[in-house]
């Protein structure tokens, strides 16, 4: 049995107001040689955790894409299935989404029902997740493969709601994502209005390019930012986005 950690730390962070970086791998774009070139970025430029994921993942290297990032560094480990086979022990938590901006009642509730008992042998720690899709300007993979509408861009008013209602019903934590490689990252405005009426943690992602939005988003509220596919082309971004997100002063 692992120790039941990320959730703990996520929470201590948001207390104290220390923000968090996450890089997210997605094992369809990795190789061994790309995976240790990632641990050792991150591990030099202190980010605080790796996700592991995607919409669509067709290789099958993700069991191995963990136990190697696992083997080298002590950076945590939480996997973001983009679908129910995308469970490896080796990792630290995972982050059991439930697409509440969408209406599909399969990414609702039905894969997690079919799913139940895989995730509960697995013996990961379980982090319930309201995941919100955001409009971030283009179909990515996340809106094509979830054939369920994003929740408009500027509408903060349903984000709140979405969010709280996904608070209520017990999520422990709320993912507003614009979808990996989104032409417009999520809006201030959205984050500040979500995070002002939540009071789990709240991780954002989906078109962050540079360190400036990466900031800014964790300035509105954003507990945790992720990136992706800005530090597949740049991965020098590591280290300018990791130092923007700690630069904010922690409660003491
Ligand atoms: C996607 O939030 C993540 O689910 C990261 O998005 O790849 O655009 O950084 P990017």
Known sequence: MKLKGIYSSLCESKYSGKKSF?????????????????????????????????????SNYIDECVRLIKKHCSIPVILFPGSPSQVSRNADALLYLSLISGRNAD????????SAPVIRQSGLEIISTGYMVIDGGAPTTVSYISNASPLPADKNEIAMCTAMAGEMLGMKLIYMDAGSGARVPITESMIAHVSNCIEVPLIVGGGIRDPEKAYLNCKAGADMVVVGNAIEKDESLIYEISAAVHSIPVRV
């Not at 202190?46 to 669509?56: E, H, P, R």
């Not at 990414?107 to 079919?114: K, N, R």
């Open 22 to 58: 996450a890089v997210l791998i997605d094992p369809d774009k990795v190789d061994d040689q790309k995976v240790m070139q990632l641990v050792e970025l991150g591990v030099n430029a202190k980010i605080d955790y790796f996700l592991v994921g995607g919409s669509l993942v067709v």
């Open 107 to 114: 990414l609702l509730i039905g894969q997690h029902v079919v």
